[in-house]
C-alpha cells in the first residue's frame, strides 16, 4: 500500500467518524494503524502513524462534547480534502482550508489549539503531493506550513 491509498482511506475514516460509536470508531483506528504499519516507505509510515495517533486522540477526546472551534475545523478539512476538480482547484481549495483551520485554531482554548491544528497534517501532506505532481495554478514554491503560515 502506498501513502496516497492510506491517505484515502484515513479520509474515508473521517467522514464516517461522526456516525461511528467509540467500540467501532476503535476499530477503525487499529484498521488505520495495522494500514501504516503496511507502508513502504518508513517516512509514509510515520506520517500515517501521525494521523491515526490524531484520530486516536479524537476518540479519548468522543466522551467530551465537541467544541464549535473543533466542529468548524473538521469540516473545513472535509470538505477541503475533496478530489473533485482540477489540480489547480483542488490546490486553491487546500490553501484555503490550511488557512481557515489557522485561523479557527487562534481563537479556540488553549488545550484545543494543538489539536485543531494537527488537522492541517493531512491537507499539507495532500497540498505536497498535489504540487509535486505539478501545479497548474502557477502557485509553485508557496509555503505548506501545517499553521498556515501564522
Known amino acids: 500500500m502506498d ?75 472535509t470538505h477541503a480534502r475533496t478530489s473533485q476538480g482540477t489540480s489547480a482547484e483542488r490546490i486553491k481549495r487546500i490553501r484555503a482550508g490550511i488557512d481557515q483551520i489557522a485561523t479557527i485554531a487562534e481563537t479556540a482554548d488553549v488545550f484545543e489549539r494543538g489539536a485543531i491544528l494537527d488537522l492541517n497534517t493531512s491537507l499539507v501532506r495532500l497540498l505536497d503531493t498535489l504540487t509535486l505532481d505539478g501545479p497548474d495554478d502557477g502557485a509553485e514554491g508557496e509555503g505548506t506550513e501545517v499553521d498556515g503560515g501564522r
Open 3 to 77: 501513502y496516497d491509498q492510506f491517505d484515502a482511506v484515513y479520509g474515508q475514516v473521517l467522514v464516517s467518524a461522526r456516525s461511528l460509536d467509540a467500540a467501532a470508531l476503535e476499530s477503525e483506528v487499529d484498521r488505520l494503524r495495522t494500514l501504516a504499519d503496511s507502508l513502504d516507505s518508513p517516512a509514509d509510515q510515520q506520517a500515517a502513524h501521525l494521523l491515526v495517533a490524531s484520530l486516536q486522540d479524537a476518540v479519548a477526546r468522543s466522551q467530551r462534547p465537541v467544541s464549535a472551534e473543533m466542529a468548524a475545523a473538521v469540516q473545513i478539512q
